[in-house]
């Protein structure tokens, strides 16, 4: 690891050894003593467990956690965190299942998938949001090439965006015709990229398949047009490029990778598909929230730090970012790949740069905020396409939602802030009134609404998946 950047000019070794001490002396000590810990941090109490190890996928949106690190928000709180890379998203769940991690940078659908026993059984809850936004389809410099001539022109020659999957159809008409599959990459089956390319495939209707688990099919590519495959996200390009698949959707920087390799052209941000969609999550097992209440809430205060950082002076803070995430410890990407979605701007085909200023969000928007309408609709995506494979009522949503998403720890933590002075009220919804379902949203590409009161009828809304009482 880098060194730590904090306000202290102390050695990180004499800064451990001092925090330790504070921390026994605060759990010792009465209101009245002339401690430095404000009454909410007495509250919550010191932390049960100090040294802590959190994993993480090679991503840009793993970033509230790097800079909860190198920024001493962890220490702030006397915790000393080791932050480690993963091989891929399985193995960071298993980590965390097993205890070998405390916690992790997740997928929005791993805590909600593993606790409804898709895939690893798991009581997995998330109490942080990480961020919103931040993902890509890419295709191949050759389908790209077949889908140009088809999308309409703004009066500069440029593609007019978004660019929808309506345009990709004709060119998988083909493939079909000619008895080749098209297949494309995702890096989970209960990724928000699978969700997200599926989703965007069927508006434009392309048919993304089924999962059958009682059927022992967990492909997901029954009656599928476009055969979708699991490749870990920094495999993407190179997985491109040798012709293995023809196109990804993936977060960055894998897909300005692409552009800078020459080797394939970004055609749609995630945040086409689904304004301010919500992305991924910091997870942690049921169990080691329950041993571990006053770590987990000192590790979420820490982290909200982190995520407003990361957003404060209209993302004047993300060039230092960036540096940071291009670490070989962390992303270990260059520092101009990183900096063209990261700083507010999105390169599409090679020259074709757009200003993106919501590409990554991470406070902005109440991003940080565990939602349970976010919670409800990955469990509609789950049910659309095969993964719950029986119809479910609207309350076995909201009931799934309340079971992993734990708004109430978020609250904890972020009064906490509040009360010390760290971080105003106005930087967080009123917890007073807050319900834990966004308004309805519109800003899909297809014009549909969704709202989470109301999983059941959402499905309805859709041609392509499942819904009321259909089974594969």
């Given at each position: 690891m880098s060194s730590r950047k904090t306000v202290s000019t102390a050695p990180v070794g004499a800064r451990r050894t001092l925090l330790k001490r504070a921390m026994t002396l605060a759990s010792a000590l009465s209101l009245s003593s002339l401690m430095?810990?404000?009454?909410?941090?007495?509250?919550?109490?010191p932390p049960e467990k100090e040294d802590l190890k959190f994993g993480f996928i090679k991503l840009t949106d793993m970033a509230p956690l790097a800079i909860a690190y190198e920024k001493g928000y962890f220490e702030d709180e006397g915790l000393f965190v080791q932050i480690e890379a993963q091989a891929n998203w399985k193995v960071l769940l298993d980590r965390v299942i097993d205890g070998q991690l405390d916690g992790a940078h997740m997928l929005a659908g791993q805590p909600l998938g593993a606790t409804i026993g898709f895939g690893t059984q798991a009581h997995i809850i998330t109490a942080f949001s990480m961020d919103l936004n931040g993902n890509g389809i890419t295709v191949s410099n050759d389908i790209w090439e077949r889908m140009k001539p088809l999308i309409p022109k703004d009066a500069d020659g440029r593609p007019v965006h978004p660019i929808k999957a309506d345009y990709l159809k004709p060119v998988i008409d083909e493939f079909k015709a000619e008895g080749k599959p098209f297949k494309m990459g995702m890096v989970f089956?209960?990724?928000t990229h699978n969700y997200e390319l599926r989703y965007w495939l069927a508006a434009g209707g392309i048919h993304p398949g089924y999962y059958a688990p009682h059927k022992g099919d967990i492909s997901g590519q029954l009656n599928a047009d476009a055969l979708l495959s699991v490749t870990p996200p920094p495999q993407m390009p190179a997985t491109l490029e040798a012709g293995t698949i023809h196109g990804y959707c993936v977060g960055e920087p894998w897909n300005q990778q692409a552009v800078f390799k020459g080797i394939g052209v970004p055609i749609i941000t995630d945040y086409e598909i689904w304004k301010d969609n919500p992305e991924k999550v910091f997870g942690v097992s049921k169990a080691w929230a329950d041993a571990n209440p006053n770590t987990h809430l000192r590790v979420v205060k820490a982290m909200i730090r982190a995520a407003?950082?990361?957003?404060?002076?209209?993302?004047?803070?993300?060039?230092?970012?960036?540096?940071?995430?291009?670490?070989?410890e962390y992303v270990g990407a260059d520092y101009d790949v990183i900096a063209n979605s990261m700083t507010g701007t999105f390169e599409y085909e090679k020259g074709d740069k757009r200003d993106v200023p919501d590409f990554n969000v991470f406070f902005r928007h109440n991003a940080t905020y565990p939602y349970y309408s976010d919670a409800i609709w990955y469990l509609t995506q789950m049910r659309r396409w095969g993964q719950i494979e029986e119809a479910k009522p609207d309350s076995w949503f909201m009931d799934i939602a309340k079971k992993v998403y734990r708004p109430d720890i978020y609250a904890q933590a972020a009064q906490s802030l509040i009360e010390e002075g760290t971080m105003p009220a106005s930087d967080?919804?009123?917890?007073?009134?807050?319900?834990?379902?966004?308004?309805?949203?519109?800003?899909?590409?297809?014009?549909?609404?969704?709202?989470?009161?109301?999983?059941?009828e959402y499905l309805k809304k859709f041609g392509i998946g499942l819904k009321g009482d259909d089974k594969i």
């Open positions: 430095t810990f404000s009454l909410a941090q007495a509250e919550i109490g089956p209960v990724s407003k950082w990361l957003d404060d002076n209209d993302n004047g803070n993300r060039p230092e970012a960036v540096e940071i995430l291009s670490r070989p967080f919804p009123d917890f007073g009134t807050e319900d834990g379902y966004r308004a309805p949203q519109t800003h899909f590409i297809d014009g549909i609404t969704y709202d989470g009161h109301a999983p059941n």
